[in-house]
Structures are given as C-alpha cells and as structure tokens.
C-alpha cells in the first residue's frame, strides 16, 4: 500500500540447506512502532540481518520507499535510510562516547578525518553528535570512554550510533536484553519518546511481553522462520496459535 514504507514478499534464507526463514511476507505501515517476538531461533534476528544486506536472501523482496533493497549491500541500505541497534551492542569501546558518533557521522558523509577538514564542518558534525547524545540521554557523558559505560548506557549509545544515520526506519534487536528492571522501563521510554520526537518508523525485536504489549502498535511473531501471526497486542495474547507456540505461557 501506498503508505507502507517497507513491503517484504516471500522471503526466505538458508545456510548450507538449513532453513531459517521460510516464505515470510510482511508490510510496515509508515510511522508505525511495531514489536518482532517469537522464541529463541525463530529467525528474528536474521530476518533484520536479512533487511539491512548483512545477509543476502535465499529468495523473496525486500521493497522499501518502492525500491528493492534485496541484495543491496548494508552501506547502501544505511543510506536509503534503514539504520539498526543490535543484540549484541556494537560500540568503539576504546573510543568517548562522543567519538563513537562522530565517527559514524563522518562514515555516513562519507569525509575523512582530515588534517585540513573545514573547522566548520568539523563543528557541526559534532553540534549534531551532541544533539544526537542529548536525545537518548548520554549528553554529559560525551567524554567517557564508551567501553566503561553501564550496561544500559552502551545500548543508548549504541541507539544514538543508529540515529546518527539518519534513518526513516529503525531496527532495535532486543533494546532490552540483560538490562535490570529499573533501566528496562528507561529504554523503553526512550524508544517511545524518539519514535515520538523524530517521526520515524520503528520495529523492534523484544522477549519481554510486558514491554511489548506496553508500546508496540503492532506485534508479528516468528516461530521456526514463518509468520504466525499478526495483529494488535490484545489480538495477539489471545490467538491461539500464538499460545500454543509459547505452550500455554501466559502471554
Ligand atoms: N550465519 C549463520 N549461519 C548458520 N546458521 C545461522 C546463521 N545465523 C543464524 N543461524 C541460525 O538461524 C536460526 C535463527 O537464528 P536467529 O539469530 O535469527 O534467531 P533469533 O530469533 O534472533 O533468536 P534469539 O531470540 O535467540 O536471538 C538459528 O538456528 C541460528 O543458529
Ligand atoms: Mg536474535
């Protein structure tokens, strides 16, 4: 539909004849903040490997903005506007927090760190890693090396690296993993807060229904690389199918 910023039509992956994900269509509707859940291995995060080049799909289309991006390489993804956070946050630890935005702005403009770079240009780009701190709440620790950061801090920044590029849709693997309860719910009122202020579209991949039923619009569960179902949370927590795959688990 007109108003759908990504379209994926028959989607399939296998390593080696192992099949992973096995024929799964989706559409995301502009703006909309959406939830992946779905047990462990279901192909939740090769299905964002699969979106943003890191894997090149078996079979099926990847359409975003009405281009296919299926095959495209991730530095050509980025720039159509899909960013991602990962799993398993990916952060220059050796590097200041400011540093590891900065470094992402200059690869995403593609300038070299010159000697003789235009001091100007040099300011804004770190007026605009500033910015980019302030909105997910790491301002005053620009200057700390980011590997000595807390848990949670390493996946705002690791946010903040994403939203240094830009992007009309944002995948978020797992915000939440390994975060106390206490830094859980500030995540999550991060990723309401920038979906909000920035107008962007978000899917994010999250175990914990409560975050889940909590701000997602929308929620798609993956079981052993299909879709089984799509819907509201209210929809969701009663289908039954969905309830059988979590084996009667309270959802
Ligand atoms: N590069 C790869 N080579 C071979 N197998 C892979 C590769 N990447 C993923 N797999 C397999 O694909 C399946 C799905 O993995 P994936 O990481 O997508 O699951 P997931 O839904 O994100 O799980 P989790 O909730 O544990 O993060 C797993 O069985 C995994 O071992
Ligand atoms: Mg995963």
């Not at 949670?152 to 993993?177: F, M």
């Not at 309860?181 to 920038?194: C, D, G, H």
């Amino acid at each position: 539909m007109a108003n759908d910023i990504l379209q994926i039509n028959d989607l399939h992956k296998s390593f080696e004849g192992y099949v992973v994900i096995s024929g799964i269509s989706l559409s995301v509707r502009d703006g909309e903040l959406s939830a992946i859940i779905g047990p462990n291995g279901a192909g939740k995060t090769t299905l964002f490997n699969l979106i943003t080049g890191y894997h090149l799909p078996s079979g099926g289309s990847i359409v975003f903005q009405g281009k296919e991006i299926a095959g495209m390489q991730p530095f050509d993804i980025v720039r159509f506007g899909i960013a991602r956070a990962f799993q398993r946050t990916n952060i220059f630890p050796r590097l200041t927090v400011l540093d590891n935005i900065v470094a992402t702005n200059i690869t995403h403009q593609k300038r070299n760190l010159k000697m003789f770079a235009p001091l100007k240009k040099m300011k804004s780009m770190y007026d605009k890693a500033y910015e980019v701190l302030e909105s997910v709440g790491l301002k005053e620790m620009a200057l700390q090396t980011s590997g000595t950061l807390a848990h949670g801090n390493q996946k705002r920044l690791d946010i903040a690296v994403a939203l240094a590029l830009e992007p009309k849709l944002l995948l978020l693997d797992e915000p939440t993993a390994g975060m106390s309860p206490e830094e859980r719910w500030q995540i999550v009122e991060l990723i309401q807060k920038l979906w909000k202020e920035l107008n962007i579209t978000m899917v994010f991949i999250e175990h914990d229904m409560d975050v889940v039923f909590k701000i997602a619009e929308k929620v798609r569960v993956l079981s052993y690389g299909v879709m089984l179902a799509e819907g509201t949370p209210e929809e969701i927590s009663k289908n039954k199918k969905v309830i059988e795959a979590y084996l009667g688990e309270e959802i």
